[in-house]
T-cell receptor, first 112, second 111 residues
């Protein structure tokens, strides 16, 4: 079964600083990968998803970008963080079926 | 527009009580997933329901998919403090790569 790693686990950054969050997946190949943001422990907002290396679909126009340099690596970035970028960021990959998704442990980002 | 309406948003009950969480939509889903999430952790998949009318049981949890595959419910019998958490439903569309999530139900079970 797949295992999803995310780092860092927590991050405190000043407004205007850059961001790089990393997600790696083990135990599967050619997965669909997803970045979500969750505010205040509620529902998940899909930010980006990728069906293959170099293929990124953006769901919401925003201050963030994503890249997939390797099959099992997904990176979330920003050149200049905003206060509104604070939140809990989750990486996910699909299971055997694309209907199910499995989540990493998340990164708590606080922008001050 | 929220494609998946989840209710209630918050539920606080005593240990031993029963509860039901609902997930409703006007859209038809190819499948529906239920997740449970604890604070500071990622959601954990509980179950996937695929067939209209399907009922799945996971110990004290019973999941049902509506006949028209537009809605689902999660029923917990004799809730325990360990059931406390955020419960999320998520729907998948045919030929899609994405899930649509409900806003979640925060469950607190008091001992």
């Amino acid at each position: 079964s797949q295992t999803i790693h995310q780092w860092p686990a927590t991050l405190v950054q000043p407004v205007g600083s850059p961001l790089s969050l990393e997600c790696t997946v083990e135990g599967t190949s050619n997965p669909n990968l997803y970045w979500y943001r969750q505010a205040a422990g509620r529902g998940l907002q899909l930010l980006f998803y990728s069906v293959g290396i170099g293929q990124i679909s953006s769901e919401v126009p925003q201050n963030l970008s994503a890249s997939r340099p390797q099959d099992r690596q997904f990176i979330l970035s920003s050149k200049k963080l905003l206060l509104s970028d604070s939140g809990f960021y989750l990486c996910a990959c699909n299971g055997v079926s694309t209907d199910t998704q499995y989540f990493g442990p998340g990164t708590r980002l606080t922008v001050l | 527009t929220q494609l998946l309406e989840q209710s209630p948003q918050f539920l606080s009950i005593q240990e031993g009580e029963n509860l039901t969480v609902y997930c409703n939509s006007s859209s038809v889903f190819s499948s529906l997933q239920w997740y449970r999430q604890e604070p500071g952790e990622g959601p954990v998949l509980l179950v996937t329901v695929v067939t209209g009318g399907e009922v799945k049981k996971l110990k004290r949890l019973t999941f049902q998919f509506g006949d028209a595959r537009k809605d689902s419910s999660l029923h917990i019998t004799a809730a325990q403090p360990g059931d406390t958490g955020l419960y999320l439903c998520a729907g998948a569309f045919v030929y899609g790569n994405k899930l649509v999530f409900g806003a979640g139900t925060i469950l607190r079970v008091k001992s």
